[in-house]
């Protein structure tokens, strides 16, 4: 069912569209009885009874944190001789954490970290209810008033039998952990590999989990999966510390008795995760390094012979007075050399930058 600009549904008029995805669409809504904006999130009448519509609602009312989506009201009501099952929601105008990928479309460290640590807080609460969420994508993490990260959709969110697992109602085939196409089933862990599933595409680069997924086809790409090739945790892009790769890969490991036990225990391993530097892309495609004081760059500048230079800056933000870093400066090397000074300079400004 489609709806435009200006459309009336019950008491809410439409905005602006937010998103939409197979089952539902979500507007920016006012709410005119009581004059004030909702994220309006409108479900598709034709794929679930109204009472498993409703359920999402019934989860996201229960859960009072400051990380999770508050669900504010929901109902059936009339509209051009059919029904529509409506879900209001808090609005969040920053909007997802999409919005915050640099133009090299990963996300800066400190951010992820941060947020990161928000969202587990929130799986940490979710799970104490005795739900599971199944669908935490980036598109899901929505950044709140305080900045803080939001955990929302709950379309396809289980609620925990006496064994501890639920039945999906559905899964986003990308980041679903292998057991949950074998065994059918969602748990702590599959939760925690999701989470890993996304952390490790907003700090490594958003779209190359897709582009395995289009380049295999589903079921080589399960396959993969299962065996632990995807995601490619053996090819992070260097600006990712070794401690946050084992953070995800413990994450996404395939077997699932390997991964963390709960979120709590992976937000702790994210909270000893302190870096004084950090590698961002400008407009133009290139790294660049911050710390408190400086902002680093390199050249690689082609000679003769295949040979290159590798030369390192720092630049004081302060004054804006540039100097080259001479002790990584390599000169008239061949590719490889250039590409190990590249890393290496990389990494030192991540865990030494002033």
Request: glycine share 8%; aromatic share 12%.
């Amino acid at each position: 069912m489609a709806f435009s600009k200006g459309d009336v549904i019950y008491k809410y008029k439409l905005l602006q569209t937010l998103g939409s995805g197979n089952f539902s669409s979500v507007w920016l809504a006012k709410d005119n009885s009581i004059d004030a904006n909702t994220a309006l999130k409108i479900l598709n009448p034709s794929f679930q009874t109204v009472a498993q519509l409703l359920e999402e609602a019934r989860i996201g009312n229960k859960l009072n944190h400051n990380n999770l989506l508050k669900i504010q009201y929901a109902d059936v009501v009339p509209y051009n001789g059919g029904q529509l099952t409506l879900i209001a929601q808090e609005y969040h105008p920053n909007g997802s954490i999409v919005g915050l990928l640099n133009s090299g479309n990963f996300l800066d460290l400190p951010v992820a970290i941060r947020l990161f640590t928000d969202i587990l807080r929130g799986l940490e609460h979710l799970h104490s209810q005795g739900f599971f969420h199944n669908d935490i994508k980036p598109s899901n993490i929505l950044i709140g008033s305080n900045n803080e990260g939001v955990l929302a959709d709950y379309g396809i969110t289980g609620a925990s039998t006496s064994s501890g697992t639920a039945i999906p109602k559905d899964a986003y085939i990308i980041h679903r952990a292998p057991e949950t196409l074998k065994g059918n089933y969602i748990n702590v862990q599959t939760d925690i590999y999701q989470t890993g599933v996304t952390f490790f595409r907003l700090v490594n680069g958003i779209g190359n989990i897709k582009d395995d997924f289009l380049k295999y086809g589903e079921s080589k790409f399960e396959d993969l999966k299962a065996k632990g090739k995807i995601p490619d945790t053996k090819n992070y892009e260097p600006f990712v510390p070794q401690r946050i790769k084992k953070i995800i890969n413990t994450a996404v490991n395939p077997d699932y008795s390997k991964r963390y036990s709960s979120a709590l225990e992976m937000r702790r391993e994210l909270e000893k995760c302190f870096y004084p530097g950090y590698w961002t892309m400008d407009s133009n495609g290139n790294l660049i390094g911050k710390g408190a004081k400086y902002y680093y760059r390199f050249e690689i500048i082609a000679k003769k012979n295949s040979k290159f230079d590798f030369v390192p800056y720092k630049k004081n933000i302060q004054n804006g007075r540039e100097t080259k870093i001479g002790v990584y400066t390599l000169k008239s090397a061949e590719s490889k050399p250039i590409g190990k000074a590249k890393d290496t300079f990389i990494k030192w400004v991540i865990e030494n930058a002033s």
